[in-house]
T-cell receptor, first 112, second 114 residues
Framework: KQEVTQIPAALSVPEGENLVLNCSFT??????LQWFRQDPGKGLTSLLL?????REQTSGRLNASLDKSSGRSTLYIAASQPGDSATYLC???????????FGAGTTVTVRA | AAGVIQSPRHLIKEKRETATLKCYPI?????VYWYQQGPGQDPQFLIS???????DKGSIPDRFSAQQFSDYHSELNMSSLELGDSALYFC?????????????FGEGSRLTVL
């Protein structure tokens, strides 16, 4: 069973600082890894999807890396803005049915 | 592009009542997943269906049941509701032959049990 852990649980940074969010998983046979953003009481917004054969994906100010051998993924958000304040969840997908196992998330606060 | 549609978006029920949530996957998607996210919790996998057959089962209570219909929409039925069932319920869909394995999530249905 895939176990996903995210550290830290919360992070507060001043505007403009780069954010580094960590995600670790136990099963290296991960099929893919997805990063999501969730605003309070809202749905899941997909940010990036990294296939197991890929090392990283980029979208605008976001960059996510995947290291299967160490069981880690990192989400980088460059030049953070107050609008980046949200909870960020990573989820590992299995190869059989693509079912996702979620981490508990990192709640980010970007101070203006 | 069409997304995953969930209804209702909000639902308020009394204890011991029954609730039904509906999910309409992205057209052509053949797999549906249900997740439950309690307050301050991460989404927990409940159950999934592939081609109208149950494909996997997670931490779904016996009071809950689900099915996928011929048009691929899915319904989650919850009976004898308890206060602890108050949560955000997400549905996601995927296309099994799409090699990315990406799941697309709906906006969720918020169930409040009083």
């Amino acid at each position: 069973k895939q176990e996903v852990t995210q550290i830290p649980a919360a992070l507060s940074v001043p505007e403009g600082e780069n954010l580094v969010l960590n995600c670790s998983f136990t099963d290296s046979a991960i099929y893919n890894l997805q990063w999501f953003r969730q605003d309070p009481g809202k749905g899941l917004t997909s940010l990036l999807l990294i296939q197991s054969s890929q090392r990283e994906q980029t979208s605008g100010r976001l960059n996510a890396s995947l290291d299967k051998s160490s069981g880690r993924s990192t989400l980088y958000i460059a030049a953070s803005q107050p609008g980046d304040s949200a909870t960020y969840l990573c989820a590992g997908g299995g190869s059989n049915d693509y079912k996702l196992s979620f981490g508990a998330g990192t709640t980010v606060t970007v101070r203006a | 592009a069409a997304g995953v549609i969930q209804s209702p978006r909000h639902l308020i029920k009394e204890k011991r009542e029954t609730a039904t949530l509906k999910c309409y996957p992205i057209p052509r998607h053949d797999t549906v997943y249900w997740y439950q996210q309690g307050p301050g919790q991460d989404p927990q996998f409940l159950i999934s269906f592939y081609e109208k057959m149950q494909s996997d089962k997670g931490s779904i209570p016996d009071r809950f049941s689900a099915q996928q219909f011929s048009d691929y929409h899915s319904e989650l039925n919850m009976s004898s509701l308890e206060l602890g069932d108050s949560a955000l319920y997400f549905c996601a869909s995927s296309l099994s032959r799409e090699n990315t394995g990406e799941l697309f999530f709906g906006e969720g249905s918020r169930l409040t049990v009083l």
